[in-house]
């Protein structure tokens, strides 16, 4: 892996330019958690419950739509309130972008990119080889398992709920399962959990294949092939068809529901090639060869104009 | 040659869609096992009120703990990972703390799926468990004194326990032994977190642990009367009882 991603952005653009999404980011998970620290901890009850299902203040439920579908498969027919909780949340999510949760809400997130980082920095080499589409395989069984023993079977060992619960509600040993998930992120294959496995990252893909927004890289053409992007970006297979797709007739918009738009992508390229557009922004691109139908890439564009 | 490079790949596909599904397969049904464990809930354990049975209520929980946060008086908690407890599901020790029967239920009001079924509006008509007075050796009101302190903490006094007077062949004195009427308890708590000795004598029971049931063809001839409001059978001859003659 490249060690010194957005060394030229930072000389171009300075250390704070070349980390906003990432501060941001980073700011958005500690919100995030914040919101619903206040209440326990000082008293201040902004937010009820966790990330499974929360009550704003007093008023707003919001619940998460692939624990409640399980709890649809598993028999039970849930009251109104997490039915619109669910609601609000796959429509937000379908507009941010599905996996926006895993960039800007996920507490995991942060568990995994430390892994991440250290993986790195420790100079850790080799690497299982998993599949990209094992998290879907692994969100088809927690259904399958949740239909067959009528219990919501993924919420005895889910790390994101696991780590979430126990910040706010008192962790015990789910410590245990926090580290497991660091150390496969560390010794076993890079990004394996969020990357490879979580079916909850799985989950919000689905919701997000049609967000509207999405990275663009509206200035590939200025690309110098530095490569940092694919080094910072936590699902690389998303770039390419993009960036290098001008040839294919493909646009410049990412539109893998892989991508978690969490835009480091953006932070790290010192041509300023990606920025955050619509996925409809690929329409009125020139393009390099329109006459030719995009079959190229399994994330080529629904239309070209 | 190409149609023999498209063989390979496919058999490629299909080994690699093999490997995964094996992968999940096998985490899927190391799940599902324990899952089974998880799912048997310690006597100890009690759910809060308007709690679905078991199965079902794992299948309905969601584990967000709104029930936890809106307990006034704190007794609810979320299972650790490491407890024998499915994780994250709401519970309470009654010896520990006993639930104090808000009369409006605000833990089944804050359940956002219906684990705690909205139907219970009444306090009195929830079945947390079933108080069962399992020690009758250590139970000092069966030792011939009056501690009646799970009967005087019971919030249906009188009803779910009543003190039920018995001869006490140690003495010339009454037991007043508490009674446990499986139509009112709630199951609470209150008595068994009350209970004076080291070790609660009187603890609150899952229901299906603590209930037998009939045959469903058995009859109890006394209620079958009230019910018709005459003998069941007419002209029984009363035959005279068979006394022994007492000793010259």
């Not at chain 1, 998290?135 to 009528?150: D, F, N, P, Q, S």
């Not at chain 2, 308007?50 to 584990?63: D, M, S, V, Y």
């Not at chain 2, 639930?99 to 009001?109: A, L, N, R, T, W």
Request: hydrophobic share 45%; with cysteine.
């Amino acid at each position: 892996m490249k060690q010194d991603a957005g060394a030229e952005a930072v000389r171009a653009r300075g250390w704070l330019r070349t980390h906003q999404w990432l501060l941001a980011r980073r700011a958005s998970q500690f919100a995030v958690l914040a919101l619903f620290l206040a209440g326990p901890w000082f008293g201040y009850w902004l937010v009820k419950g966790n990330l499974n299902y929360g009550l704003t203040l007093g008023v707003l439920p919001l619940a998460d739509p692939y624990v409640l579908m399980q709890s649809l498969a598993a028999g039970h027919r849930p009251e109104r309130n997490a039915l619109i909780g669910a609601a609000i949340i796959l429509v937000a999510y379908f507009l941010a972008g599905g996996r926006a949760y895993c960039a800007w809400v996920c507490p995991v997130n942060v568990v995994t990119d430390a892994a991440h980082w250290l993986r790195a920095r420790l100079g850790v080499r080799g690497s299982a080889r998993l599949s990209h589409a094992t998290r879907y395989w692994i969100l088809a069984m927690t259904l399958a398992l949740a239909l067959i023993t009528g219990t919501i079977a993924w919420e005895l060992v889910n790390p994101v709920s696991m780590l979430h619960r126990g910040i706010i509600f008192g962790m015990g040993a789910g410590w245990i399962i926090v580290a497991m998930t660091f150390l496969l992120d560390l010794f076993v294959a890079e990004r394996a959990w969020c990357g490879h496995l979580c079916p909850v990252g799985a989950f919000y893909s689905v919701v997000g294949k049609f967000s509207p927004l999405r990275v663009s890289a509206v200035r590939r053409a200025k690309c110098n092939d530095c490569a940092d992007c694919y080094a910072v970006c936590p699902e690389p297979l998303v770039i390419k068809p993009a960036l290098k797709g001008a040839d294919h007739g493909i646009g410049p918009v990412i539109l893998s529901p892989h991508c978690t738009n969490c835009g480091r992508c953006i932070d790290v390229c010192s041509k300023d090639v990606f920025a955050f557009a619509t996925r409809f922004s690929n329409r009125g691109e020139p393009q390099a060869n329109d006459q030719r139908p995009a079959t190229r890439s399994a994330e080529a564009p629904v239309q070209l104009s | 040659m190409e149609d023999e490079g498209k063989a390979a790949a496919r058999r490629q596909f299909l080994f690699d869609t093999a490997k995964v599904a094996c992968g999940v397969g096998m985490l899927g049904l190391g799940l599902g096992l324990y899952t089974r464990h998880a799912g048997a809930l310690p006597p100890t354990a009690v759910r809060p009120p308007g709690a679905r049975p078991e199965p079902q209520f794992l299948g309905a929980c969601i584990r967000c703990g709104m029930c936890v946060r809106d307990c006034p008086y704190h007794i609810l908690d979320l299972a650790k990972p490491e407890q024998p407890i499915a994780a994250g599901t709401p519970y309470f020790v009654a010896r520990d703390g006993p639930c104090e029967m808000c009369e409006d239920i605000p833990c089944v009001k804050a359940c956002p799926t219906g684990a705690l079924d909205h139907k219970l509006t009444e306090i009195n008509k929830s079945r947390m468990g079933l108080a069962m007075l399992v020690d009758h050796e250590t139970c000092l009101n069966f030792l011939g004194l009056r501690c009646d302190v799970c009967y005087r903490v019971c919030p249906l006094i009188d009803k779910a326990i009543t003190l039920e007077q018995q001869h006490n062949p140690r003495s010339k004195h009454a037991m007043f032994i508490p009674t446990v009427h499986s139509d009112q308890c709630t199951g609470c708590g209150k008595c068994e977190h009350a209970c004076v000795l080291e070790t609660a004598a009187i603890r609150v029971l899952p229901r299906q642990l603590a209930k037998g049931e009939l045959g469903g063809h058995y009859r109890l001839g006394w209620e079958e009367q009230k019910k018709v409001g005459k003998p069941l059978v007419e002209g029984i001859i009363d035959l005279p009882d068979r006394v022994p003659e007492s000793p010259k």
